[in-house]
């Protein structure tokens, strides 16, 4: 289509390999200037391995890159910024103690003539930044104290004001909702315009479709197209991931008996974050919460799991009333919480798949004062057959998983806690469209089995598709329940947003 355009960089023979497993096998392709090039493949496909390479972060173990003409190797994060590349990395590199401009900044302070920090202009820059991103978030705040997507947000920034001239994003709308994204598009097209070329990862074929100009399919760490966008449909791109024709079918919903709340939340307030919120959940029921990012939805589970302390309110376990202090009460209720932020306060990097299992539900491993190694090793395995979690090495740290596979163990882990209700914050975040029926399937079987699930999400469709009932939550209070023929997203957004419109 386009004649006339200049690749910026071009891979050759791109290998790579992890104590001789074999990653990325030969893959050539090139990136024109000004162009967003879509990169997309089934968790461990090896997206994320392909750009660390071409950011300095990891080395090929063959092939050649050549950026602008030019043979270049790049040996280190510094390098590939000085050339004007720059990642917006799929796990967060930031640091908890600092603020949200220490962290926009680190490694590339400012300073005054004299040498000393210059804060003011650093804080200034960074709020200019975050207020082009529509993120009213004060820059002095502690990352510790960021959402998810507050924490998406301080990456983003902080890969823009380098300034770079070719912007890698890895899954960076992952923890984002609409309306965010709308605005990471915007300002995505606007660089483009100013001739910046953006690699863009996701496992969402829709903004895929929306945002790039062709698009890049790696599976099992091949090269299997380059496409250009007008010449695929969502249907195309899936097949190619995954070698075979595909169509996402959620299990048909089963019936609820709605006689029997397992759960039964009452007038639970926080000052500032939520307001009067009620509600209940049945036994065997998958029961939805939706809102826009900032709703109060994350802050509702935190609520019930002791995480924070609620100011008014009371919660009922099968009619009884339980007090929870914190998460430990919790988990003794038979409660269970996947975070929305499985690197903050889920698995331990350092730990291996089964130890990240077992971490929680501990006490099953323990004989005789020691744990149990092999009744860990044989829990893990059936997790890993039936999420059909793929590494290297099951001893291997977790921080050398693909993200999705992390996403997988991290589910596990909370699985084996037996609780009678878990409630999943964003389950499929990072997760490849094939292995996203898995976990549906799989919170249907808890359900069968009784378990009741608080399903949060911010795909809408995923909700649609999933829940026997559902809540929609809006400026920290509740502000609808919708239940059969009625969950769609028109009644959904009405209720988020309280705009009567389709929905872009
Ligand atoms: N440092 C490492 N050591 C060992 N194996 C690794 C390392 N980094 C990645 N791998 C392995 O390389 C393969 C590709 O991983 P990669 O992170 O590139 O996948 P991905 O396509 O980004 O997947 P996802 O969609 O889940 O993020 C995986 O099998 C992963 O376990
Ligand atoms: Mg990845």
Same mark, same amino acid.
């Given at each position: ?19 001789? %497993? &074999? ?27 392909? +750009?660390?390479?071409?950011?300095? +972060? ?19 994060? +510094? ?14 590199? *930031? ?58 947000? $301080? ?34 097209? !606007?660089?483009?315009?100013?001739? $910046? ?16 100009? !062709?698009?890049?399919?790696? &599976? ?21 991931? +995954? ?29 500032? *974050? ?22 109060? !939805? ?48 889920? =698995? ?11 971490? =929680? ?24 057959? &039936? ?25 596990? &882990? ?8 878990? =409630? ?12 996203? !029926?898995?976990?549906?399937?799989? %919170? ?6 009784? %378990? ?19 809540? $929609? ?8 329940? *919708? ?22």
């Amino acid at each position: 289509m386009e004649h006339s355009a200049t690749p910026i960089l071009e891979l050759h023979n791109i290998t790579k390999e992890f104590s001789s %497993i &074999r990653v990325l096998n030969r893959v050539s392709f090139s990136i024109n200037t000004g162009e967003i090039m879509g990169l997309i493949g089934e968790n461990g496909a090896g997206k994320s391995t392909l +750009i660390k390479i071409i950011s300095g +972060i990891y080395q090929p173990t063959e092939g050649t890159i050549h950026f602008q003409g030019q043979h270049v190797v790049i040996p280190d994060y +510094i390098t590939a910024k000085k050339l004007g590349i720059a990642i917006v990395p799929q796990e967060f590199n *930031l640091i908890n103690t600092l603020s949200v401009y220490e962290n926009i900044f680190l490694g590339n302070e400012i300073r005054l003539s004299s040498g000393i920090l210059d804060k003011k202009t650093m804080r200034d820059l960074a709020s200019k930044q975050l207020e082009e991103l529509n993120m009213s978030l004060s820059v002095s705040k502690l990352v510790k104290d960021l959402s998810v997507a507050e924490k998406q947000m $301080v990456e983003i920034s902080k890969a823009l004001l380098l300034n770079a001239r070719f912007l890698i994003m890895d899954e960076p709308t992952t923890t984002l909702t609409g309306r965010e994204i709308s605005t990471l598009f915007r300002i995505m097209r !606007r660089l483009k315009q100013q001739g $910046v070329t953006i690699i863009f990862v996701s496992h969402k074929l829709q903004e895929i479709q929306e945002i790039c100009d !062709r698009v890049t399919v790696l &599976r099992d760490g091949e090269l299997i197209s380059v496409d250009d966008i007008h010449n695929v449909n969502e249907q195309d791109m899936a097949r190619k991931m +995954i070698g075979r024709d595909f169509q996402q079918v959620f299990p048909p919903k089963r019936p609820v008996n709605f006689i029997d709340p397992v759960l039964q939340v009452k007038h639970i307030s926080i000052p500032g *974050l939520l307001h009067n919120i009620s509600f209940e959940l049945y036994r065997g029921e998958i029961l939805g919460f939706a809102g826009l990012v900032g709703s109060g !939805r994350t802050e509702t589970a935190e609520a019930i799991m002791g995480i924070r302390k609620i100011q008014s309110g009371e919660i009922y376990i099968n009619g009884k009333p339980i007090v929870i202090r914190n998460p430990k009460d919790a988990v003794k209720a038979g409660l269970g919480y996947l975070s929305e932020d499985r690197q903050g306060k889920g =698995i331990v990097m350092d730990f291996s798949i089964p130890q990240n299992i077992s971490l =929680i539900a501990l006490q099953k491993f323990i004989k005789y004062a020691l744990i149990d190694k092999q009744a860990e090793r044989r829990t893990a395995e059936t997790y890993i057959q &039936r999420f059909k979690i793929s590494s290297a090495s099951k001893t291997a740290p977790l921080k050398f998983l693909s993200g999705g596979n992390q996403q997988k163990v991290y589910l596990g &882990r909370w699985v084996e806690t037996s609780p009678s209700i878990l =409630i999943l914050d964003e389950p499929t975040r990072g997760i490849d469209v094939n292995a996203k !029926r898995e976990i549906y399937e799989f %919170i249907h079987h808890l359900a069968e089995s009784n %378990i009741s699930c608080i399903v949060i999400s911010s795909e809408m469709e995923e909700l649609i598709g999933l829940c026997n009932r559902l809540y $929609v939550m809006k400026e920290g209070t509740i502000s609808g329940e *919708l239940s059969g023929e009625h969950i769609n997203e028109e009644e959904i957004m009405f209720l988020a947003t309280g705009i009567k419109e389709r929905s872009a």
